[in-house]
Nanobody, 111 residues
Framework: QVQLVESGGGLVQPGGSLRLSCAASGSFFSISVVGWHRQAPGKQRELVAT???????NYADFVKGRFTISRDNAKKMVYLQMNSLKPEDTAVYYC?????WGQGTQVTVSS
């Protein structure tokens, strides 16, 4: 069984930064692809970034150069460093591995 727990969301001003964390449980974490997704009110959930077990990353165009995904396999943690945040980044951010999802963490970018 896999459990994913996100944390680190909150309210931040435009241009600010936040670091999201995803704590995972279960086997095979170190060889699994983990992704961050987000869902804004009234919109479909969209992929933000993914990272393989070996550390290869992929980003959606709308976050390239601003967000960085990373992982610590020993701690079973995945992180999303978000810089230069914009109001349009406001959403619930979810961690995903295989068919499992966390409960999400709210990120609000507003002055």
């Amino acid at each position: 069984q896999v459990q994913l727990v996100e944390s680190g969301g909150g309210l931040v001003q435009p241009g600010g930064s936040l670091r999201l964390s995803c704590a995972a449980s279960g086997s095979f974490f170190s060889i699994s692809v983990v992704g961050w997704h987000r869902q804004a009110p009234g919109k479909q959930r969209e992929l933000v970034a993914t990272i393989t077990g070996g550390g290869s990353t992929n980003y959606a165009d709308f976050v390239k150069g601003r967000f960085t995904i990373s992982r610590d396999n020993a701690k079973k943690m995945v992180y999303l460093q978000m810089n230069s945040l914009k109001p349009e980044d406001t959403a619930v951010y979810y961690c995903n591995m295989w068919d499992f999802w966390g409960q999400g963490t709210q990120v609000t970018v507003s002055s």
